[in-house]
């Protein structure tokens, strides 16, 4: 069993794709929130909460929900986004992964938040929504 305890935002969330000449210093980004701007040489990927401004040429996937590992994960630890995403592929939940310098974000559809939510809880990790997480930080 895992002792890891997950943090669900209860914001939809959207994944966009721009060309990878975008600048992002022509993308509207906010200042609250969580968000994340990845740059390629194909492609820039843009994640963010759903109903900001974005370029006109942006491609959206919407309808996404945001899962975090709670607290700041070592550098030395192995495995803590595989396991989640293994825990998670078993339950044919599609995932979009991203990492901070903190912790591990897996992004997946609304239409699969209740298998993806029991999948988690029965493998043994601990689910919060974001609004008590922030009453009560770990």
Not at 14 to 26: E, F, G, K, V
Not at 103 to 130: C, I, M, P, V, W
Request: aromatic share 8%; hydrophobic share 50%; charged share 15%.
């Amino acid at each position: 069993m895992c002792s890891m305890t997950l943090i669900l935002d209860p914001q939809e969330y959207i994944i966009c794709r721009l060309s990878p000449d975008t600048q992002a210093a022509n993308i509207w980004l906010p200042l609250e929130g969580f968000w994340s701007l990845t740059r390629t040489e194909e492609e820039t990927s843009l994640v963010m909460q759903a109903g900001n401004l974005l370029p006109n040429d942006a491609v959206v996937e919407s309808g996404w929900r945001l899962l975090h590992v709670a607290g700041t994960l070592d550098f030395a630890l192995v495995g803590v986004l595989a396991r989640l995403t293994a825990v998670l592929a078993e339950a044919g939940v599609s995932v979009f992964a991203l990492s901070t310098y903190d912790t591990d974000y897996l992004l997946f559809k609304e239409h699969q938040r209740a298998q993806a939510l029991q999948a988690l809880q029965n493998a043994g990790y601990s689910l919060q929504n974001a609004a008590a997480a922030a009453l009560n930080p770990l």
